[in-house]
């Protein structure tokens, strides 16, 4: 048996005297397309932050292909192969589209170079290739403070893409594109994932989305799994009903 | 050595005191526009230059000594009262919620305007009215003689501390000023004239600066220069307290003027570069000074 | 489109003086403030602004004061040399303690360190000759020595090609992987850290790059005066880099240069009937920039330029 992408034992953090992470245990194997779904505040963007680095755990750890990778900074830990994308999207507001993608090839290939240019032709084509996967081709040229909210999540989810990761990690990656636009866009991800072999983590609110797409839902309350399982059996476990439609 | 120190340690908390003056006045400006005014210097030294002329004119005129006391909070206030509004409302008003180095910039522009200003309407000279020293005395504590003038600075300054923590805590302007440094927009949405209280926190804090720049008069008197060196000195001090801090200002002038008393005695050459070693020193431990707190991005 | 102007400027800089000899100091030491908005412009792309760069525009003045005294050496090249590699090197060393702050506190840090160097250039007199300065001799040019005249008829050629080159360069830089980092650093530090990019190590290596710029300029200032004094590093000098900088435009390396033509031809116009009130002129200038021309001189230009070539 392969042993599990990410790992989590133990994973504890308070704000406040509040608990986010309350001694979390969980394994995702590689391949599996999980969303952690749960009411407000009870600590999945944290999570997606612990494992990230951006906020290192009071005790407990985060193994990622077998290797420890506890409280290392975003940075190292993008750079071993886990890429995420945000519920508010990061993007670089001065650049165009364009741009964006090629920032993010750049810190793949190589970012430091100082003379030869960004705007090169393999960073295009690829950068292209990129956002015609995600459908965004014809707003390349556009700066990205411009687009629609919808679009720039797209974006956030391209420079994510662009890293290559093993291990994709996004933030409600449907909130804020419209509801005739998320099937569309949940399809194409699926798509790209399944062929570049990416195994990926969503926070999700949408529960048809979760029940279409998820292999696994993870059920996330006041800091703890709650349940985790099938979508059909969790979603229609009493105890999450309560805890997460009774709170949307 | 207690002997040798202590005129050195009167002088260094006397020296102190004008120093906090305008820091706390920097840092109060900061916490409520989000602006760090390179021209509160020239505060400073525009104050110092009204009450100079104040006092001279008084004792030219014939009057009584003793008014040069008032004088020095009075010629403040003129100061304060025609300054402050004047510069928040015609210049300062257009950059907020604009980058921050384009504030800086505004604010440097402010400053060179103000250095010549000084020039052509206070002369190139120096000036120097020791009135208020002279009639203070001295006294002598242990065999030491010490300027009351210096004791009644560092008063002073205590006493502005404890006034500006009550203002905060118990006036409804300083609970105004609190909520709008907690969250400007939910202040305006609940009604709070926000640019009232942007003018009246600015019109504050000139006044400390040209009160400060006032105190310092009768003992250093002022000349060109007096600006810019004040301007560093106080930017160093507010950082070492942390921006927007009241009691951390008080606390960093009070670091500043004991090690710069320390080094006047131990090795002379460093005196000037005391209050920035300090200021590098603390920041390199706590990067947002003793009493400053980071603010987390949410992502 | 940029390079054009830098060339255009660069001839017109270059038959002026030819005409008018007494022009060719004053062009030289505006070339060197340019350096140093230069180098200033540099970190603005970050969005950061020093208000201390002058530090490095002293390290590179007094880098070949020193080498002239310790070492004898005088010629121009290797002087120059010298005083990039020390800018540069006090560069990484300043530079990694900065890196870490951001906005008012690199803003103050840097003002606070050369505030340091200049209590310390004024209060070592064994070291440094103290408010006195230290005098520079006139270098000489690959083996020959000139006397000041034919030097600096020389020397504003060899700095006119200098800034050329160090335009070219830094606009290379720009439109690099490392370049466009360092712009995106403004906008979102966050996501460039989870690209795997050391925010940090962007910063750092533009930091080296503009205190080795600064310090060029301070080196070719010292040389044309023949003289280094503390003054250079008082942060009031780091203040006019700043708005020489701004006053010209960031958009590109033409901009600082051309912000250090216009405040010296203003300077020039105003000695005329505003000797005493340069700084009051300077002040009105920048405002007038910052409310109106907020894209500095530079981006007018190249905004008419853009708008002809639309046509």
Not at chain 1, 58 to 64: D, R
Request: glycine share 10%.
């Amino acid at each position: 048996m392969t042993p599990p992408i990410l790992k989590v034992e133990n994973l504890r953090i308070a704000f406040g005297g509040v608990a986010a992470a309350d001694g979390v245990e969980l394994e995702i194997a590689a391949g599996e397309f999980m969303a952690i779904i749960g009411p407000n505040g009870a600590g999945k963007t944290t999570f997606l932050n612990l494992c990230t680095g951006y906020v290192k755990p009071a005790t407990g750890s985060v193994l990622f292909e077998g290797r420890d990778i506890t409280g290392l900074s975003p940075r190292a830990i993008t750079r071993r192969g886990i890429a995420r994308a945000f519920q508010i999207p990061q993007l670089f507001a001065g650049h165009s589209l364009l741009e964006n993608v090629m920032l993010a090839l750049a810190a793949r290939h190589g970012i430091r170079q100082v003379l030869a240019p960004l705007d090169r032709e393999a960073y295009r084509v690829e950068g292209r290739a990129l956002l015609e996967l995600v459908g965004l081709e014809t707003a390349a040229g556009q700066p990205v403070s411009e687009l629609p909210e919808g679009m720039r999540k797209l974006a956030d989810i391209a420079l994510a893409l662009a890293l290559k990761p093993r291990l994709l990690l996004m933030d409600e990656p449907t909130s804020g594109v419209s509801a005739q636009e998320k099937y569309a866009l949940m399809g194409t991800l699926m798509q790209v994932l399944k062929t570049e072999g990416i195994t990926a983590l969503f926070v999700e609110h949408d529960m048809e989305i979760v029940r279409t797409y998820a292999g696994r839902v993870l059920v996330w309350d006041s800091g703890k799994v709650l349940a985790s399982g099938a979508p059909e059996a969790v979603l229609a476990d009493e105890r999450v009903i309560r805890s997460v439609v009774g709170a949307v | 050595m207690l002997q040798a120190l202590m005129p050195l340690l009167v002088d260094g908390l006397a020296n102190a005191a004008l120093i906090f003056f305008v820091a706390v006045g920097l840092s109060l400006v900061f916490s409520v526009l989000r602006i760090l005014n390179v021209a509160h210097g020239s505060f400073y030294a525009i104050g110092a230059y009204a009450s100079v002329s104040l006092s001279l004119w008084i004792v030219s005129a014939g009057l009584s000594p003793w008014l040069t006391l008032p004088a020095l909070a009075v010629s403040a206030a003129i100061v304060a009262a025609i300054l402050g509004p004047a510069v928040e409302r015609g210049f300062l008003r257009w950059t907020y919620g604009r980058p921050e180095s384009l504030q800086i910039l505004v604010t440097f522009a402010l400053f060179l305007i103000f250095e010549d200003l000084q020039k052509l309407v206070f002369g190139v000279q120096s000036l120097y009215q020791d009135a208020p020293v002279q009639l203070f005395g001295t006294s002598e504590i242990g065999g030491i003689l010490y300027l009351n003038y210096q004791l009644v600075l560092i008063a002073l300054a205590v006493l502005v501390v404890v006034a500006l923590r009550l203002l905060m805590s118990y006036t409804r302007f300083g609970k105004l000023m609190v909520a709008v440094v907690a969250d400007p927009e939910v202040s305006q949405a609940l009604g709070i004239d926000t640019r009232r209280v942007y003018m009246a926190a600015f019109t504050l804090g000139v006044f400390l600066a040209a009160f400060g720049g006032a105190l310092a008069s009768p003992t250093v008197g002022v000349a060109p220069g007096t600006g810019p060196e004040a301007i560093v000195l106080a930017f160093a001090v507010a950082a070492i307290g942390g921006l927007g801090q009241i009691e951390g200002a008080a606390l960093a002038a009070l670091v500043v003027g004991v090690v710069r008393v320390l080094a006047i005695y131990f090795a002379p050459e460093f005196e000037a570069v005391v209050p920035y070693l300090v200021m590098l020193a603390v920041l390199l431990v706590r990067p947002y000074g003793l009493f400053g707190s980071v603010r987390v991005r949410r992502i | 489109m940029p390079i054009v102007v830098l060339a255009v400027l660069a001839a017109l800089v270059a038959l002026l003086p030819a005409a008018v000899p007494w022009l060719r100091f004053v062009f030289i030491i505006t070339i060197a403030s340019g350096f140093a908005a230069l180098g200033v412009a540099v970190l603005l792309r970050a969005g950061l602004i020093s208000i201390g760069h002058a530090l490095f525009y002293a390290v590179g003045a007094y880098a070949v004061a020193f080498l002239m005294r310790a070492t004898g050496t005088t010629d121009l090249f290797l002087l120059l040399a010298a005083a990039v590699v020390v800018s540069g090197l006090a560069g990484l060393v300043v530079g990694a303690f900065m890196v870490r702050y951001r906005a008012i506190f690199f803003a103050m840090l840097n003002l606070a360190v050369s505030m340091v160097v200049f209590s310390l250039l004024s209060k070592l007199y064994g070291l440094t000759g103290g408010s006195d300065g230290m005098r520079v001799a006139t270098p000489t040019l690959v083996g020959s020595a000139l006397d000041r005249e034919a030097f600096n008829a020389v020397f504003l050629y060899v700095v006119i090609g200098l800034f050329v080159a160090a335009g070219i360069l830094v606009q290379l830089y720009f439109r690099s992987p490392m370049g466009e980092a360092l712009a995106a650093v403004e906008t979102n530090e966050v996501r460039l850290e989870y690209l795997g990019v050391s925010v940090r190590g962007v910063l750092l290596s533009a930091y080296v790059l503009s205190a080795m710029l600064a310090g060029l300029g301070g080196a070719i200032a010292g040389i044309a005066i023949g003289h280094v004094v503390p003054e250079m590093a008082y942060w009031t000098e780091s203040g006019h880099f700043v708005l020489v900088a701004v006053l010209g435009g960031i958009a590109g390396p033409a901009g600082p240069f051309i912000g250090a033509i216009f405040l010296e031809v203003l300077r020039t116009l105003a000695s005329g009937f505003a000797a005493e009130t340069w700084n009051l002129v300077v002040g009105v200038a920048l405002l007038l920039v910052i409310f109106f021309l907020p894209e500095g001189l530079y981006g007018i230009g190249a905004k008419l330029f853009r708008r002809r070539g639309a046509q």
